[in-house]
C-alpha cells in the first residue's frame, strides 16, 4: 500500500483486493458509476456494475454502455429508459435485438432520420406505427401514407397528414378501407367531404364524409335517393345535426 493510499477512499486503493472488497460494500451511486467507467479491471468493475441501481442511475456514458451491452434485457429497457443521449437513443432504435427495449428508444426519439428508417425497416409492426406517430418531416409522412405495403403504418402517417388533396386521393383510392377511413376523418375541406359523399366507391367512406359534410344539396340528395339505406340515415342526422346548429 502507498502512502498516497491514506488519503484514498478505499475503492480508489491501489491495492487490487482492498478495490474490490470496499466496492462490495459500496453504495454511494456515483462512486460505483466512476468505478464502472474508469476501472481497469474487469472484475471490479463488473462488480460496481452489480451494485448500480439502474433506476436512479443518471451518467449518460454509463447508461448508453448498459443500453448496448448488458446481457440482460430488463437492464438494457432500465438504461434507454433514462437516456437523453440521441445518438444512443438511435442505436436503441435501430440495432437493439429485443423488440420491448427497441419500442422504448422509439418512444423517446425526436430524430426524424431514424424515425423514417424504423418505420420503413423494422420487423415489428407495432414499432414501425410508433416510429410513425414520432415523425413530423411532411415528406416522410406523405411517402409512408401513398406506398407503406402495410396498411396500419398506412392508416397512422394517414392521421398526422394535412395535405387536402393527398388526403382526398388516399379517402378514395387506398385498397384499405381503414386507411380511407381515416384519411376522411382528417378532411376538413367540405367541397372535398361532399366529392367523397357522392363519389366514394365504399358505402362505409361514403358515410364517414356524409357524417362531416355541410353542403345541404348533397345530404339532401343522399338522404333521400341513396340506395343504401345505412347513408340515407347518415344523410338524415347530418341534417339534423346542422339544422340545431343553426338555431
Known amino acids: ?6 488519503f484514498k477512499p478505499k475503492w480508489r486503493n491501489s491495492n487490487r483486493e482492498i478495490r474490490l472488497a470496499a466496492i462490495l460494500e459500496l453504495k454511494d451511486q456515483a462512486a460505483l ?31 448508453a454502455s448498459v443500453a ?33 427495449v427497441r419500442m422504448e428508444a422509439v418512444k423517446w426519439l425526436e430524430d426524424d432520420e431514424t424515425l423514417r428508417g424504423v418505420a420503413k425497416k423494422d420487423e415489428n409492426e407495432d414499432i414501425r406505427i410508433a416510429a410513425v406517430r414520432g415523425l413530423t418531416d411532411p415528406e416522410a ?31 378514395l383510392s387506398d385498397e384499405s378501407r381503414w386507411v380511407r377511413l381515416a384519411a376522411v376523418k382528417s378532411i376538413e375541406d367540405d367541397a ?12 362505409l367512406v361514403r358515410k364517414a364524409a356524409i357524417s362531416k359534410a355541410s353542403e345541404e344539396a348533397v345530404l339532401q340528395k343522399a338522404a ?15 341534417l339534423a345535426e346542422l339544422i340545431g346548429e343553426d338555431a
Open 33 to 63: 458509476a466512476s468505478v464502472a467507467n474508469n476501472e481497469s479491471d474487469p472484475e471490479i468493475r463488473q462488480a460496481a456494475m452489480d451494485r448500480i441501481r439502474l433506476e436512479e442511475l443518471t451518467d449518460q456514458t454509463l447508461l
Open 224 to 238: 333521400k335517393d341513396d340506395r343504401f339505406e345505412l347513408l340515407q340515415e347518415a344523410a338524415q342526422t347530418r
Open 141 to 171: 409522412l406523405a411517402a409512408l401514407a401513398e406506398s407503406d405495403p402495410n396498411e396500419w403504418v398506412r392508416e397512422a402517417a394517414v392521421e398526422k397528414l394535412d395535405e387536402p388533396e393527398l388526403l382526398e386521393k388516399i379517402a
Open 1 to 6: 500500500m502507498g502512502i498516497g493510499d491514506f
Open 68 to 100: 448496448a451491452n448488458d446481457p440482460k434485457w430488463q437492464n438494457r429497457l432500465i438504461a434507454v429508459e433514462r437516456l437523453e443521449d440521441p445518438k444512443a437513443l438511435a442505436a436503441a432504435a435501430v440495432s437493439e435485438k429485443n423488440w420491448v
Open 192 to 203: 372535398l367531404l361532399s366529392k367523397i359523399a357522392m363519389s366514394a366507391d365504399h358505402e
